[in-house]
């Protein structure tokens, strides 16, 4: 060692040689209590005693005052502890005070509190707190535990707490006015009023979902919202105030139930909201697994095979587990762009942040505040909100992938039913809308049904080559939709044949009239690329539904024979299939 250094070190040893007592004098000054300061913390003075048999009466441990000793652990916290300890909090009340405090600890899953007022030495008051205890039999009808004190002016008085609990020992213990009490109490329920019911309604909405929906993916969200919401209540004192009140089974164990609920149902939806590559095979059956152990260990908790601090270490061994499965696929598609990918990501760091932050208050290592004591349910809050963003963004995907299907289903029924030149329907076509025109027809709304061929379009198709002929079937298929309304169907056979149907006619003249009208559409020239322009006329046979039969096979059968019956005898011309028929 540096010569140098030793003096340093003998002043620093003298200086703790001298501020040593001095701190064990400050830890056991009472602590004031003036009406000035309305919510005082009471941990700069507690020191602390373990009583590892449990068998410590207030009597033994006010015997045992000079073994108590400044708690070593971070602020407000004791740990995890396996034997009960006895706190001793001595306090003097202010000449301005009026003695009226409210004693708060403000952590509600304690077990048990023994609350002793000793006053002059002798013990005036008794109180028990904690979760076990009956809701109806607490001294304050509070979801911390709470319990009233008057406390005289210029004596001596000392506050003994004998806390024994299966979880940890954080303490935060506040001496309050009653306004400040009820105002701090007011403004807690609100916070948990608030995380509730936003938990409360993604609940119900997921499980609308999955009712309407019958997707699966909102099923396992809903057990994880649910396992997470009933933590919290149980965490802070809700449950135990408004839900289960006064049942001790159910206050010893929803803690364990609902953290085993949430984290089964956590593999569960990472191992659904991730499926698919690059996931390896081996995922799905590792994440269905792990849910099942933790479901199973639940149910042997439900029926006491198992003890909380069993839970504890199962729940610590795999609670983070499809975090750390899934973290490849989310890492992967983040990687690809795809934002389910980033979310998980977040929703891991944020639960990662919040966990550790409650397992050092846990074990000791993190002191108690506002922030400390709320991280794992903002946290909790955090992940089911974006855990419901990948549910969006989940079934987005499955809707495009729905929307691409029906697409190319269409494309494929569009193609088998469409002429691929002219873009009209093709004879399957024609016969899906007969099919569906049938029903409809009656005598007094008749359908007529026109055969048509192209007059002419041989010798132009000869003339000017098959480019030319196809481009004229396009331009007449084009001008016969011109023609007709909207509501009317223009299909085309092969070659130059093409198909009418035009409905809600009311009688043979209108079905004529249309007749005609398609002819006199066909006398101006068509004008082709290249300046080319030709004439094409056209020979119409038609048959009315349902008077000239009720068979679209048969009725077409007709309006051919009358089409050719029309180029037989000069063509351009209008044919119904009576004629040939009657």
Same mark, same amino acid.
């Given at each position: 060692?540096?010569?140098?250094?030793?003096?340093?070190?003998?002043?620093?040893?003298?200086?703790?040689?001298?501020?040593?007592?001095?701190?064990?004098?400050?830890?056991?000054?009472?602590?004031?209590?003036?009406?000035?300061?309305?919510?005082?913390?009471? !941990?700069?003075?507690?020191?602390? %005693?373990?009583?590892?048999?449990?068998?410590?009466?207030?009597?033994?441990?006010?015997?045992?005052?000079?073994?108590?000793?400044?708690?070593?652990?971070?602020?407000?916290? #004791?740990?995890?502890?396996?034997?009960?300890?006895?706190?001793?909090?001595?306090?003097?009340?202010?000449?301005?005070?009026?003695?009226? !405090?409210?004693?708060?600890?403000? $952590?509600?899953?304690?077990? /048990?509190?023994?609350?002793?007022?000793?006053?002059?030495?002798?013990?005036?008051?008794?109180?028990?707190? @904690?979760?076990?205890?009956?809701?109806?039999?607490?001294?304050?009808?509070?979801?911390?535990?709470?319990?009233?004190?008057?406390?005289?002016?210029?004596?001596?008085?000392?506050?003994?707490?004998?806390?024994?609990?299966?979880?940890? %020992?954080?303490?935060?213990?506040?001496?309050?006015?009653?306004?400040?009490?009820?105002?701090?109490?007011?403004?807690?329920?609100?916070?948990?009023?608030?995380?509730?019911?936003?938990?409360?309604?993604?609940?119900? $909405?997921?499980?609308?979902?999955?009712?309407?929906?019958?997707?699966?993916?909102?099923?396992? $969200?809903?057990?994880?919202?649910?396992?997470?919401?009933?933590?919290?209540? $149980?965490?802070?004192?809700?449950?135990?105030?408004?839900?289960?009140?006064?049942?001790?089974?159910?206050?010893? +164990?929803?803690?364990?139930?609902?953290?085993?609920?949430?984290?089964?149902?956590?593999?569960?939806?990472?191992?659904?909201?991730?499926?698919?590559?690059?996931?390896?095979?081996?995922?799905?059956?590792?994440?269905?697994?792990?849910?099942?152990?933790?479901?199973?260990?639940?149910?042997?908790?439900?029926?006491?095979?198992?003890?909380?601090?069993?839970?504890?270490?199962?729940?610590?061994?795999?609670?983070?587990?499809?975090?750390?499965?899934?973290?490849?696929?989310?890492?992967?598609?983040?990687? /690809?762009?795809?934002?389910?990918?980033?979310?998980?990501?977040?929703?891991?760091?944020?639960?990662?942040?919040?966990?550790?932050?409650?397992?050092?208050?846990?074990?000791?290592?993190? @002191?108690?505040? *506002? !922030?400390?004591?709320?991280?794992?349910?903002?946290?909790?809050?955090?992940?089911?909100?974006? *855990?419901?963003?990948?549910?969006?963004? /989940?079934?987005?995907?499955?809707?495009?992938?729905?929307?691409?299907?029906?697409?190319?289903?269409?494309?494929?029924?569009?193609?088998?039913?469409?002429?691929?030149?002219?873009?009209?329907?093709?004879?399957?076509?024609?016969?899906?809308?007969?099919?569906?025109?049938?029903?409809?027809?009656?005598?007094?709304?008749?359908?007529?049904?026109?055969?048509?061929?192209?007059?002419?379009?041989?010798?132009?198709?000869? /003339?000017?080559? +098959?480019?030319?002929?196809?481009? #004229?079937?396009?331009?007449?298929?084009?001008?016969?939709?011109?023609?007709?309304?909207?509501?009317?169907?223009?299909?085309?056979?092969?070659?130059?044949?093409?198909?009418?149907?035009?409905?809600?006619?009311?009688?043979?003249?209108?079905?004529?009239?249309?007749?005609?009208?398609?002819?006199?559409?066909?006398?101006?020239?068509?004008?082709?690329?290249?300046?080319?322009?030709?004439?094409?006329?056209?020979?119409?046979?038609?048959?009315?539904?349902?008077?000239?039969?009720?068979?679209?096979?048969?009725?077409?059968?007709?309006?051919?024979?009358?089409?050719?019956? @029309?180029?037989?005898?000069?063509?351009?011309?209008?044919?119904?299939?009576?004629?040939?028929?009657?």
């Amino acid at each position: 060692m540096p010569i140098a250094l030793l003096p340093f070190l003998r002043f620093l040893a003298l200086v703790l040689v001298v501020l040593w007592p001095l701190h064990d004098a400050a830890a056991q000054a009472p602590l004031t209590l003036s009406d000035r300061a309305q919510r005082i913390e009471a !941990w700069p003075v507690v020191t602390v %005693l373990a009583d590892p048999g449990r068998r410590m009466t207030l009597a033994d441990a006010r015997a045992a005052a000079g073994r108590f000793a400044p708690p070593r652990q971070a602020w407000a916290t #004791l740990g995890l502890r396996q034997e009960a300890m006895w706190l001793r909090v001595p306090l003097q009340v202010a000449a301005d005070s009026d003695g009226h !405090w409210v004693l708060d600890i403000d $952590y509600a899953v304690l077990n /048990r509190v023994d609350v002793h007022v000793v006053v002059n030495g002798e013990a005036l008051q008794h109180a028990v707190l @904690g979760n076990l205890q009956p809701f109806s039999q607490r001294p304050l009808a509070s979801r911390s535990h709470a319990v009233a004190l008057e406390l005289p002016r210029g004596a001596p008085v000392e506050l003994f707490l004998r806390v024994d609990t299966l979880g940890a %020992l954080a303490l935060p213990i506040t001496l309050n006015k009653p306004s400040a009490f009820l105002a701090h109490s007011m403004n807690e329920q609100m916070l948990q009023g608030l995380l509730t019911g936003l938990g409360l309604c993604l609940l119900l $909405y997921s499980l609308m979902q999955w009712i309407t929906l019958r997707e699966r993916l909102y099923l396992k $969200y809903l057990l994880l919202t649910s396992g997470s919401l009933l933590f919290s209540i $149980y965490q802070f004192g809700i449950g135990a105030q408004y839900v289960w009140t006064d049942n001790t089974w159910i206050e010893l +164990h929803a803690g364990g139930l609902a953290a085993l609920l949430a984290s089964g149902a956590t593999f569960l939806f990472v191992e659904h909201a991730l499926r698919g590559p690059p996931q390896p095979r081996w995922f799905p059956r590792v994440m269905r697994l792990g849910a099942l152990l933790l479901f199973a260990t639940g149910l042997a908790y439900a029926l006491d095979l198992v003890h909380v601090h069993q839970v504890s270490a199962v729940v610590g061994t795999l609670g983070l587990a499809p975090a750390v499965l899934g973290m490849p696929g989310a890492v992967s598609r983040a990687r /690809r762009g795809d934002p389910v990918g980033w979310y998980f990501l977040a929703a891991w760091v944020g639960y990662f942040i919040a966990t550790s932050v409650m397992v050092g208050l846990i074990k000791g290592h993190v @002191g108690v505040n *506002f !922030w400390t004591l709320h991280s794992f349910q903002f946290g909790a809050t955090l992940d089911m909100l974006l *855990f419901m963003r990948v549910i969006g963004l /989940r079934m987005k995907a499955v809707h495009a992938a729905a929307q691409h299907a029906t697409r190319e289903r269409d494309t494929l029924m569009s193609l088998a039913h469409t002429d691929a030149l002219t873009g009209l329907p093709n004879r399957r076509g024609l016969d899906a809308t007969l099919a569906r025109e049938l029903p409809h027809t009656t005598p007094q709304k008749l359908l007529a049904l026109y055969m048509i061929d192209l007059d002419g379009f041989k010798e132009v198709n000869d /003339r000017f080559g +098959h480019d030319a002929g196809d481009e #004229l079937l396009v331009a007449a298929a084009r001008r016969l939709q011109s023609s007709l309304r909207a509501s009317d169907v223009v299909a085309r056979l092969g070659g130059d044949e093409f198909v009418v149907t035009v409905n809600g006619l009311h009688d043979d003249r209108q079905a004529q009239e249309i007749g005609s009208h398609l002819l006199e559409a066909f006398n101006l020239p068509f004008e082709l690329s290249q300046q080319r322009s030709c004439h094409i006329g056209l020979t119409i046979g038609y048959a009315l539904m349902p008077l000239d039969g009720d068979d679209p096979a048969r009725l077409l059968k007709r309006a051919d024979a009358a089409m050719y019956a @029309g180029k037989q005898s000069g063509k351009r011309c209008v044919r119904r299939a009576e004629a040939v028929f009657g």
